[in-house]
């Protein structure tokens, strides 16, 4: 369990794959609306799984054995996720909340190495999320990151650096630098 301490990632895993976390579904039932997809009469309106179903699956991919290719892997995911959060809207609607959310945990099952993916999932269910704002969900990336670096006996990284590590430039100013590189590019082709 994670402790109140935002800095103590002292989290014990139990794989209770079989059984659903209090996470998944309340997850399950703010994207459904209705867990049990039953009408106001008690009724089973719809057999079918709802397709926000496949968010809680278990993980597709198999182990990934080569230590090489899975430490290079883990570094480009968690500069994905940090890249992500840090660039997510400080105000974000909420179709963009949810699609956040959607990605994070479809990401925990169609990871690559499977046995990473599995301890991923036991990290959502145990560290609590939020998608109400960049800083939140930027937060919320970096505990997950630091419960894995916890795992793999890694430095803890200070989360109030994250804005330092992946800054969100402004669209204005990346649009302007854009503009004096293609221009520098002319000037050194002349």
Same mark, same amino acid.
């Given at each position: &369990? ?5 800095? =103590? ?8 794959? /079989?059984?659903?976390?209090?996470? +998944? ?14 009408? =106001? ?19 597709? &991919?198999?182990?990934?054995? =080569? ?8 570094? $480009?995911? +968690? ?10 809207? *400080? ?6 909340? =949810? $699609? ?22 036991? &990290? ?13 969900? /930027? @937060? +919320? ?6 419960? $894995?670096?916890?795992?793999? @006996?890694? *430095?803890?990284?200070?989360?109030? @650096? ?7 430039? @402004?669209?204005? *100013? /990346? ?16």
């Amino acid at each position: &369990m994670l402790s109140n301490n935002s800095n =103590d990632y002292n989290l014990q895993y139990e794989d209770n794959s /079989s059984e659903k976390s209090g996470l +998944w579904d309340q997850f399950r039932y703010y994207l459904n609306g209705n867990i049990d997809n039953e009408d =106001d009469n008690g009724d089973n309106e719809n057999t079918e799984p709802n397709k926000f179903d496949l968010l809680h699956g278990d993980v597709i &991919m198999p182990e990934l054995g =080569d230590p090489v290719v899975r430490a290079e892997l883990g570094r $480009a995911t +968690w500069h994905v996720l940090h890249s992500i959060t840090s660039r997510f809207p *400080e105000n974000p609607t909420e179709e963009e909340a =949810d $699609a956040l959310e959607q990605f994070i945990f479809l990401t925990a099952r169609l990871y690559p190495c499977g046995d990473c993916a599995k301890h991923f999932q036991r &990290m959502l269910e145990k560290i609590p999320y939020s998608t109400k704002s960049r800083k939140e969900a /930027s @937060k +919320w990336i970096c505990d997950i990151h630091n419960g $894995a670096n916890k795992f793999l @006996k890694k *430095e803890i990284f200070d989360c109030e @650096k994250v804005p330092e590590r992946w800054p969100c430039y @402004k669209c204005e *100013e /990346s649009n302007t630098d854009d503009r004096r590189f293609i221009e520098n590019l002319k000037l050194e082709q002349l």
